[in-house]
């Protein structure tokens, strides 16, 4: 699974699907049709499972592929989650956004965070997860 940061968006590709997140979600099957998650609740389409949690007018993201769950900030701001905000991700692998500080308050295995300088893609397997806590800096496309 190959996760990107794309005009804005964060894009995770996976064997089966291409999940798009930024202010909704579209998911790529891969006969080519799509489907889009535009409100609050539990979806699963082209073998991704994706959660939308609502928490003061921001929707938080957790995608599930290929055995890994994703946690997705973009557009969440403030120095710290609220117990509330973590009870609702639940357990985290790999969690994504801008502010990385906020990012690790989710307790997961890998951070995926912008810069100007950064890897192009950050890819990842399951049975590859670090065993202590890493921080990954992609560049936009």
Do not use: H
């Amino acid at each position: 699974m190959d996760i990107l940061y794309f005009k804005e968006k964060i894009k995770i590709k996976g064997k089966t699907a291409v999940v798009e997140v930024d202010d909704f979600v579209v998911i790529t099957r891969s006969d080519g049709s799509t489907f889009q998650i535009e409100a609050p609740g539990e979806y699963e389409a082209g073998g991704v499972s994706v959660v939308c949690n609502l928490y003061e007018e921001k929707n938080l993201y957790v995608v599930e592929i290929e055995g890994l769950r994703i946690c997705v900030l973009l557009d969440l701001t403030g120095e710290k989650l609220t117990p509330e905000i973590l009870d609702a991700l639940g357990p985290i692998d790999i969690c994504v956004g801008p502010n990385p500080d906020l990012a690790k308050q989710t307790d997961p295995w890998v951070v995926v965070t912008s810069g100007d300088e950064g890897l192009p893609k950050y890819s990842i397997t399951k049975d590859k997860l670090p065993s202590d806590l890493q921080v990954v800096v992609l560049t936009s496309k």
